[in-house]
């Protein structure tokens, strides 16, 4: 049969062989997807790719996961950890971006990608979208409500500062409020552009919040500025992290980044946005010439207030003096009825005079007259009746007081007690002695009984001169010891 086959047909086999003169090796699953990566990797080691973003995901071990589509094709990326840190945006489904990196195989699944090392946003309308797709979001939150926003305070004391302490900005933040009203600056210095800008910015504010009410460095109003730029030099302040870090501070905040026609993120969240670093200034302090000013018309206001009825008071007395009848007017009837009256008392007094002098020499003192005068008396005294028993009452009621007194006198006599076994003592001026200590203090004692006095002497008296001795001693008890030995 063998004879009969084609040479094709004598190449078949169950076998591999190889073929005499046959160059084509048999490579390896591994082998091949060695050489595919490296033959990747060698043409396409540096390439930039345009596309939109999507299946964004960052794994917990911070490494970036997405793929990069146009209208035809999708292509696989993946940025390490290193370069996600990098990023000065956040990564997001929809976002047309620029990829920059190397593109490589990934054997396990027979597939190629792109290690990305760069990303940027495809052009500024990218940015843009990107920018109102946050806003949306975080506005969606309420992070924006101006049901939220705080009023400034009318003169903070001490005025935080966000800012950059190298730049014109606080600069002028400065030279404005020592022209309007001096106050106390705290300026927390921070990146404002480029790597790591957001986090300092956010850190700021949250750093203003978290200093102690009491401690006197906490200001009462933080001041977020920035100058002017693109909307790239600006996007520090439209990052989420900032955001929220305004939204959730403690202190009332005004944003100033950028200059009028600039608006990020961070004017939205603040409690008032000031269209330069130099207006947030005016916004934070008034001018202290002004509330002099206001100070000194409120203080003539309050005099004009406090004299105004001071001089209503003087204009109606004046209007009500000028009504009242003359001091002369109502003096005068008064005066004319005093002019009469003294008049009539004059002539009442002689013609008193001399009703008296025409009696009295009318008048006869005779002895008829005496004897008349003297037998009324008489008479008058015979008629009166003195009943002796009104004589006898007055005299018992008398009697009867007197009687009440003797006994309160008796019951308060000292020596009334004597009879019933008591003895008073006396001191040498005869002064009743009611306590021992009195009695230790005296040289001399005196004891009354009921039926006489004893003469005593108490323990480490000294002896009693004669002349101080008591000269009443009982006989019967010559040498008496002493009564308290």
Known sequence: MADYLSDDETDRGLVAREADGDNAQAYSISEISNLLKRTVEDRFGFVRLRGELSGVKRAASGHLYCALKDEKAVIDGVMW?????????????????????????YPGRSKYQIVIERME??????????????????????????????????????????????GAVIRDILHRLAD???????????????????????????????????????????????????????????????VRAIAGSTIPT??????????????????????????????????????????????????????????LGRERLEAR???????????????QRLDEAGERLKRGLLDRAASGRQKLGELRLTPAVLHRNLRDAGRDLAALRLAPTLVERRISDSRERLAGTVRVMRSLDPDAVLARGYVRVTGADGRTLTD????????????????????AVPVGAPAASPAKRPKRQSAASPGQEDLFG
Do not use: Y
Request: with cysteine; charged share 25%; proline share 7%.
């Open 436 to 455: 021992r200590t009195a009695a230790g203090k005296e040289a001399a004692l005196t004891l009354k009984f009921r039926d006489g006095d004893l003469a």
């Open 254 to 311: 005004i944003s100033a980044v950028g200059h009028e026609t600039d608006t990020t993120l961070a004017d939205f969240a603040a409690d008032v946005r000031a269209p330069t670093p130099t207006a947030a200034a005016e916004r934070a302090v008034p001018v202290r010439a002004d509330l002099a000013a206001m100070l000194a018309d409120l203080g003539h206001r309050q005099r004009q207030c406090a004299a105004r009825p001071v001089a």
């Open 321 to 335: 003096v000028q009504r009242m009848p003359k001091l002369e007017a109502l003096l005068q009837p008064k005066a």
């Open 81 to 105: 950890r290193g370069n996600t840190q990098r990023l000065p945006f956040k990564p997001e489904d929809g976002l047309e971006v620029v990829a920059t990196g190397k593109l490589t195989t």
């Open 180 to 242: 309007r009203f001096p106050s106390r600056v705290i300026v927390w210095p921070v990146l404002v552009q480029g790597q790591g800008a957001a986090e300092q910015v956010a850190g700021a504010v949250q750093g203003f919040s978290g200093i102690d009410a009491g401690d006197p460095n906490r200001p009462d109003l933080v001041i977020v500025a920035r100058g002017g730029g693109s909307i790239e030099d600006l996007w520090s302040f439209n990052e989420e992290i900032v």
């Open 121 to 166: 946003l495809a052009g500024e309308g990218a940015l843009l979208a990107l920018l109102e797709r946050t806003r949306a979001r975080l506005a969606a939150e309420g992070l924006f409500d101006e049901g939220r926003k705080r009023a400034l305070p009318f003169l903070p004391r001490t005025i935080g500062v966000v800012t950059s302490p190298t």
